[in-house]
């Protein structure tokens, strides 16, 4: 740890403590990520895992004698405004935050939460970029693309030998970096995509790109980007008389997608970790939800997760010192619903692996 970031960390950390004993407030976490715009379904998901997780610690206490209190913070997953967002946060008091959602958020707010010794744990940004900055205080729970890439590009090497593959990206900081790993798995297990092409997130028809694939005899996608894009270019192909076989990543976790794609989204593959709502650990919590009429899809479990694993590194340390859990962070094996877990040097999980699934019915299950 650098010593401006210990100093940093000791400032932050004393300055917040000291409004705490003057106010006598509860400890301030934030949970971050896009609660409006189009990925809300993602933000709906790391909002109620938050909310359950600090419901669930405050019964029980709270952590360290202190209740929790959840503050919000709403990026739309827009890089610049994830910036704002966690400037308020910095000016709000909090001592931890479980986001940001999206990788082009999660990488430019680290900056801010580095420089304010304020640790961060994503449960859902999967680009490499964010781990590799070399920040003492910035973590994630999910895997990184560079694994589910791999993952990715020797499936569809094999499974797909004879077929001509496209690699189509929304030119965010998750899609290009999951496409261009993927890309690399590809072509090192001696397959060449007969297509590389950009799209623009947002967009609502996707003819020109679906005459080029047409063009290209494209039989195989592989998109790096959300549901909404998936979803609209799997069901236009299909009304264009093109079927294709769309493969994704984790952002296809969302029962939007089926909703966008219809019919037209059956057999669709994507990869994500195992199934935690399976897990025996989450048992629990699976049922709180489901008694409230929530079904805890996606990154729900993964942002309960980072709240229990900041709140086992405050009992850890004794102490609601930011410096102090940050550097516990980096000593504990937790406990969670999504497993057990620690964190490496850089602050990536151990254990984190891929696994596929497929829609179907309009919902989506592990292979």
């Given at each position: 740890?650098?010593?401006?970031?210990?100093?940093?960390?000791?400032?932050?950390a004393?300055?917040?403590?000291?409004?705490?004993?003057?106010?006598?407030?509860?400890?301030?976490?934030?949970?971050?990520?896009?609660?409006?715009?189009?990925?809300?379904?993602?933000g709906?998901?790391?909002?109620?895992?938050?909310e359950?997780?600090?419901?669930?610690?405050?019964?029980?206490?709270?952590?360290?004698?202190?209740?929790?209190?959840?503050?919000?913070?709403?990026?739309?997953?827009?890089?610049?405004?994830?910036?704002?967002?966690?400037?308020?946060?910095?000016?709000?008091?909090?001592?931890?935050?479980?986001?940001?959602?999206?990788?082009?958020?999660?990488?430019?707010?680290?900056?801010v939460?580095?420089e304010?010794?304020?640790?961060?744990?994503?449960?859902?940004?999967?680009?490499?970029?964010?781990?590799?900055?070399?920040?003492?205080?910035?973590?994630?729970?999910?895997?990184?693309?560079?694994?589910?890439?791999?993952?990715?590009?020797?499936?569809?090497?094999?499974?797909?030998?004879?077929?001509?593959?496209?690699?189509?990206?929304?030119?965010?900081?998750?899609?290009?970096g999951?496409?261009?790993?993927?890309?690399?798995?590809?072509?090192?297990?001696?397959?060449?995509?007969?297509?590389?092409?950009?799209?623009?997130?947002?967009?609502?028809?996707y003819?020109?790109?679906?005459?080029?694939?047409?063009?290209?005899?494209?039989?195989v996608?592989?998109?790096?980007?959300?549901?909404?894009?998936?979803?609209?270019?799997?069901?236009?192909?299909k009304?264009?008389?093109?079927?294709?076989?769309?493969?994704?990543g984790?952002?296809?976790?969302?029962?939007e997608?089926?909703?966008?794609?219809?019919?037209?989204?059956?057999?669709?593959?994507?990869?994500?970790?195992?199934?935690?709502r399976?897990?025996?650990?989450?048992?629990?919590?699976?049922?709180?939800?489901?008694?409230?009429g929530?079904?805890?899809e996606?990154?729900?479990?993964?942002?309960?997760?980072t709240?229990?694993?900041?709140?086992?590194?405050?009992?850890e340390?004794?102490s609601?010192?930011?410096?102090?859990?940050?550097?516990?962070?980096?000593?504990?094996?937790?406990?969670?619903v999504?497993?057990?877990?620690?964190?490496?040097?850089?602050?990536?999980?151990?254990?984190?692996?891929?696994v596929?699934?497929?829609?179907m019915?309009?919902?989506?299950?592990?292979?």
């Open positions: 740890m650098t010593k401006n970031f210990k100093t940093s960390l000791f400032a932050a004393a300055a917040v403590l000291f409004t705490a004993s003057v106010a006598h407030a509860d400890v301030k976490i934030a949970v971050a990520g896009p609660f409006t715009g189009q990925l809300a379904s993602f709906e998901q790391l909002k109620r895992g938050a359950k997780a600090v419901e669930d610690l405050n019964a029980k206490g709270g952590v360290n004698g202190e209740k929790i209190e959840l503050v919000y913070g709403d990026d739309q997953c827009d890089p610049k405004q994830a910036v704002s967002v966690a400037n308020n946060l910095v000016n709000q008091g909090v001592t931890f935050v479980a986001g940001h959602f999206c990788s082009s958020s999660s990488i430019p707010a680290s900056d939460y580095n304010e010794g304020i640790p961060m744990i994503t449960p859902a940004s999967t680009n490499p970029t964010l781990t590799e900055k070399g920040y003492e205080a910035v973590y994630r729970v999910c895997g990184r693309d560079d694994q589910q890439g791999s993952v990715a590009g020797k499936f569809v090497a094999e499974k797909y030998a004879d077929a001509n593959v496209a690699i189509i990206h929304d030119k965010t900081a998750y899609g290009k999951l496409a261009d790993e993927m890309k690399k798995a590809l072509n090192a297990a001696g397959k060449k995509e007969a297509m590389y092409e950009p799209i623009t997130a947002g967009e609502k028809d003819s020109a790109l679906i005459s080029k694939l047409k063009s290209n005899k494209i039989s996608v592989y998109l790096g980007g959300y549901h909404p894009e998936a979803g609209l270019i799997v069901r236009q192909a009304e264009q008389g093109l079927d294709i076989q769309l493969v994704s984790d952002a296809l976790n969302s029962l997608f089926g909703s966008i794609a219809g019919q037209a989204g059956d057999g669709t593959l994507f990869t994500f970790g195992p199934e935690p399976n897990f025996p650990e989450a048992q629990a919590v699976v049922k709180s939800f489901k008694d409230e929530y079904e805890p996606g990154y729900t479990l993964y942002t309960y997760a709240i229990q694993a900041w709140a086992q590194a405050a009992t340390a004794k609601l010192d930011m410096a102090k859990i940050a550097e516990q962070l980096h000593k504990t094996r937790f406990k969670t999504i497993g057990e877990f620690s964190f490496d040097e850089k602050g990536d999980t151990d254990g984190r692996a891929y596929w699934y497929e829609w019915n309009g919902n989506y299950k592990e292979k």
